[in-house]
């Protein structure tokens, strides 16, 4: 598929979105379906890792729009799988021996998102627009949002909650980059950026306004909404006053790194061990 052909589709796609009466016309919905085609498949997607030299994702808000405009024009359906039944809008994704994917049931993946070769999905959830990279384990009851980018080699642990971010259409979404284990009921939304090899202790809360503390030198550091390459992370509380008092509220602290290594299974359980933390 070209560039210009994407570029068609995008002129079409956003046109509509910003006239919805256009969704009339064949074409406008013809582009529509095509790029959720094309987004099931993993041949687009809403979100392009930075280019050699660059350091920011790329958003695609047309893309993002196009699965709005989708929810539009689908109509309610009962779809049977064996014994369960669904009503939706959005069907399941399909053909996955195909695809070299395993899915344990009930696990679930919404058409219009994309599961690379290698990927195992215990009964969780992977909602339409998001991306799970190669060999990355989306373990029980681990939900991933609409348009969540997750990459490869990825763990998402035991109720693991990946945020979905699909308005406003220009918004990056969560993205999780290759090599990350995010521990059990770690829940991280609104566009939060998880560094490659990073490892999230259990429980850790991210949002876009969670202070992240990097407490390894001798002053803490202060951020939000990126959590640094194999950067070690627990959850943790600091003192803030109100009206009515004091009190803490969550924090996550980095606490340390994890060792550059070729054998990153290696590197995760020796940064595990070295920082006690629980995943």
Same mark, same amino acid.
């Given at each position: 598929?070209? %560039?210009? /052909? /994407?570029?068609?589709?995008?002129?079409?796609? @956003?046109? +509509?979105?910003?006239?919805?009466?256009?969704?009339?016309?064949?074409?406008?919905?013809?582009?529509? =379906?095509?790029?959720?085609?094309?987004?099931?498949?993993? @041949?687009?997607? $809403?979100?392009?890792? #930075?280019? @050699?030299?660059?350091?920011?994702?790329?958003?695609?808000?047309?893309?993002?729009?196009?699965?709005?405009?989708?929810?539009?024009?689908?109509?309610?359906?009962?779809?049977?799988?064996?014994?369960?039944?669904?009503?939706?809008?959005?069907?399941?994704?399909?053909?996955? *021996?195909?695809?070299?994917?395993?899915?344990?049931?009930?696990?679930? +993946?919404?058409?219009?998102?994309?599961?690379?070769?290698?990927?195992?999905?215990? #009964?969780?959830? $992977? =909602?339409?627009?998001?991306? !799970?990279?190669?060999? %990355?384990?989306?373990?029980?009851?681990?939900?991933?949002? %609409?348009?969540?980018?997750?990459?490869?080699?990825? /763990?998402?642990?035991?109720?693991?909650?990946?945020?979905?971010?699909?308005?406003?259409?220009?918004?990056?979404? !969560?993205?999780?980059?290759?090599?990350?284990?995010?521990?059990?009921?770690?829940? $991280?939304?609104?566009?939060?950026?998880?560094?490659?090899?990073? $490892?999230?202790? +259990?429980?850790?809360?991210?949002?876009?306004?969670?202070?992240?503390?990097?407490?390894?030198?001798? *002053? #803490?550091? *202060? %951020?939000?909404?990126?959590?640094? *390459?194999?950067?070690?992370?627990?959850?943790?509380?600091? #003192?803030?006053?109100?009206?009515?008092?004091?009190?803490?509220?969550?924090? +996550?602290?980095?606490?340390?790194?994890?060792?550059?290594?070729?054998?990153?299974?290696?590197?995760?359980?020796?940064?595990?061990?070295?920082?006690?933390?629980?995943?």
């Amino acid at each position: 598929m070209t %560039s210009a /052909h /994407h570029a068609e589709l995008a002129k079409l796609v @956003e046109a +509509a979105y910003a006239d919805r009466s256009l969704l009339e016309e064949p074409r406008s919905v013809d582009a529509v =379906n095509e790029t959720l085609s094309l987004l099931d498949r993993g @041949e687009l997607r $809403v979100a392009e890792p #930075p280019a @050699e030299g660059e350091d920011e994702w790329r958003v695609h808000a047309w893309v993002k729009q196009a699965i709005l405009l989708y929810f539009g024009i689908r109509k309610m359906q009962t779809f049977e799988v064996g014994p369960f039944e669904f009503r939706d809008k959005i069907p399941i994704k399909h053909d996955l *021996e195909a695809q070299g994917v395993r899915v344990v049931p009930p696990g679930t +993946a919404r058409y219009g998102s994309f599961l690379e070769p290698g990927v195992v999905m215990m #009964p969780g959830y $992977v =909602n339409i627009g998001a991306r !799970v990279g190669a060999g %990355s384990m989306v373990d029980t009851w681990a939900t991933v949002g %609409s348009c969540a980018q997750v990459g490869r080699d990825v /763990h998402l642990a035991g109720g693991v909650g990946i945020g979905g971010v699909l308005e406003p259409p220009g918004a990056q979404p !969560v993205i999780i980059e290759d090599g990350a284990f995010v521990g059990s009921r770690v829940i $991280v939304v609104e566009g939060v950026r998880v560094g490659r090899e990073a $490892v999230l202790g +259990a429980g850790v809360v991210l949002t876009a306004s969670t202070t992240l503390i990097d407490v390894r030198g001798d *002053e #803490p550091l *202060e %951020s939000k909404g990126r959590v640094p *390459e194999r950067a070690v992370v627990i959850p943790g509380t600091r #003192p803030k006053r109100f009206r009515a008092g004091e009190y803490q509220i969550p924090c +996550a602290l980095i606490i340390g790194e994890r060792k550059p290594s070729t054998d990153r299974k290696v590197s995760l359980e020796a940064a595990l061990r070295e920082y006690a933390v629980a995943v």
